[in-house]
């Protein structure tokens, strides 16, 4: 059973489009975390949102508790946007810590 | 902006040989984490450590694995044995807090390949 679920896997697009990557959950959490990861591996955070919505620059994220939802979306997308998106929520194990669970990621390539 | 180290980034080393992987954690942060990414798959968390003792881990974290927090500022992840499936991306990660509020900061990653 996947407790975090992404998609699309695989995005491709042309410069300058409107991505939208979605994030569905399975279990109630305090906030959900967007991630970056580059073609070298390694992780940057994007967003940490508990409710509404967070934007910086071009990019906005969009949680929806009550639906178990999130959505990343990239306005005027860029060549240096290509990266893999990872969405993760943090569940609260059997002694009351908190661990991240992680979606498999979805790959996006911009075309110039 | 202050920002979590890892060395070395990329790690060779044969099967059945002890591998320590090192962390440096940014300054103020009390909450620490160790995560796996194999190649191909997704990230998963190993292991969290608090106050000086693991306050969770995984059932990939077996006793071949152990955390230490040797000195203070470092933050280390050593396998004893390592096998051929222990071939992966080891990201740590810190933060300041537990809870919502808190962001995880993510070291670059350490790339360990087993021969």
């Known amino acids: 059973k996947n407790e975090v679920e992404q998609s699309p896997q695989n995005l491709t697009a042309q410069e300058g489009e409107f991505i939208t990557i979605n994030c569905s959950y399975s279990v109630g959490i305090s906030a959900l975390h967007w991630l970056q990861q580059h073609p070298g591996g390694g992780i940057v955070s994007l967003f940490m949102?508990?409710?509404g919505k967070k934007k910086h620059g071009r990019l906005i994220a969009t949680i929806n508790i009550q639906e178990k939802h999130s959505s990343l979306h990239i306005t005027a997308s860029h060549p240096r946007d290509s990266a893999v998106y990872i969405c993760a929520v943090p569940i609260i194990s059997n002694f009351g810590n908190e661990k991240l669970t992680f979606g498999t990621g979805t790959r996006l390539t911009i075309i110039p | 902006e202050p920002e979590v180290t890892q060395t070395p980034s990329h790690q060779v080393t044969q099967m059945g040989q002890e591998v320590i992987l090192r962390c440096v954690p940014i300054?103020?942060?009390?909450?620490f984490y160790w995560y796996r990414q194999i190649l191909g798959q997704k990230v998963e968390f190993l292991v969290s450590f608090y106050n000086n003792e693991i306050s969770e881990k995984s059932e990939i974290f077996d006793d071949q694995f152990s955390v230490e927090r040797p000195d203070g500022s470092n933050f280390t992840l050593k396998i004893r044995s390592t096998k051929l499936e222990d071939s992966a991306m080891y990201f740590c990660?810190?933060?300041?807090?537990?809870?919502?509020?808190?962001?995880?900061?993510f070291g670059p990653g350490t790339r360990l390949t087993v021969t």
């Open positions: 990660a810190s933060r300041t807090g537990a809870g919502a509020i808190y962001e995880q900061y």
């Open positions: 949102l508990s409710s």
């Open positions: 300054s103020n942060h009390l909450y």
